[in-house]
């Protein structure tokens, strides 16, 4: 007889503060660090970007492996500081039992090793990557589709300065949309408007690509999403590769996903703030009457999704 996934898939919010790490009085409920997710899943350790919340991720795991060793795999959207500053601080980086394996793409005139190698390098860290003791794998994407273990994962490039990946992670309890850094299509006419194409012909790249970012999200269970900017905010900040509340909002709703979860953010914004920008974010998709629940996502917070299909 078939039975079900022994535990269930747990996801832990590391960091979830956008641009700069602010710990500090104001930022205690939502947390200071900067991006960094846990995704447990299918025997699979996967985190997701290696922004300051990955040193405490970090002595967790060591605490919790203590002698054994810990494999994991690292799946990096782009090279934007708070996206890689606290790989140098990740302690099992430094522990020759334990294996890391980190994905992602090539930016913009360097190469997926330089970039994570560079913070690393004279004058401005003491210890370079090649003395890190844990056998670490460094793999380039090409394929926008690939496996870990028994973890699927598809990527898909968003509208965000640079190069700059989404992921989203199948396992047997449903699938996880991961899009910290994403500016809605309609704003990529604005990095468009030096070339000579026609604003009709702009309006139709933003079109298509929009609709693609709708089919690679569509029925995701939970999507982890930049919602950094109010409204007002973002019309001062448009191009800078952000997302605005209500847009972040009208995705999650076009490609249906379960559960929105508000991230990557602003590093002004207060808990007091957040909380008003996610009951905003409440209000608009009760506005729609579909079945969306938002959520904003908390330092240490944890959410787990129990299998929803036999395992043979």
């Known amino acids: 007889m078939p039975s079900v996934s022994e535990s269930p898939v747990r996801i832990k919010f590391w960091g979830t503060r956008g641009s700069i790490a602010v710990p500090g009085p104001g930022t205690l409920r939502y947390g200071g660090n900067t991006a960094c997710v846990e995704l447990r899943a299918d025997g699979e350790i996967i985190v997701l970007d290696a922004g300051s919340g990955i040193r405490p991720l970090g002595i967790a795991l060591q605490k919790e492996f203590q002698s054994r060793p810990i494999k994991l795999s690292l799946l990096i959207t782009h090279a934007h500081w708070d996206h890689i500053q606290g790989l140098p601080f990740f302690k099992p980086a430094y522990d020759s039992n334990n294996e890391i394996r980190i994905f992602g793409f090539d930016g913009t005139g360097a190469t997926l090793r330089d970039i994570l190698a560079e913070p690393m390098r004279a004058p401005f860290f003491p210890i370079t990557m090649r003395e890190l003791s844990a056998r670490m ?7 926008m589709k ?17 190069v700059c990946a989404g992921y989203r992670i199948f396992t047997s309890a449903g699938s996880v949309a991961f899009l910290p850094d994403y500016e809605p299509y ?10 000579r194409l026609s604003s009709e012909q702009r309006k139709e790249i933003a079109t298509d690509e929009q609709a693609g970012l709708v089919r690679f999200l569509h029925g995701s269970d939970i999507l982890i999403l930049d919602g950094q900017y109010t409204d007002e905010e973002h019309k001062n900040h448009i191009g800078w590769g952000h997302s605005s509340i209500s847009s972040a909002v009208s995705l999650a709703l076009e490609a249906e996903i379960q559960t929105l979860m508000l991230f990557h953010h602003d590093p002004h914004h207060d808990d007091e703030k957040v909380d008003a920008m996610l009951e905003s974010a409440r209000k608009l998709a009760a506005r729609s009457g579909k079945p969306l629940k938002v959520e904003a996502a908390q330092e240490g917070a944890e959410i787990l999704l129990e299998a929803k299909v036999a395992v043979a």
């Open 186 to 195: 309609e704003f990529f006419l604005h990095a468009l408007r030096g070339n």
């Open 146 to 162: 690939f496996s870990l273990g028994k973890v699927q994962v598809h990527a898909a490039l968003v509208n965000h300065p640079g």
């Open 137 to 143: 794998m460094i793999n380039k994407l090409s394929d």
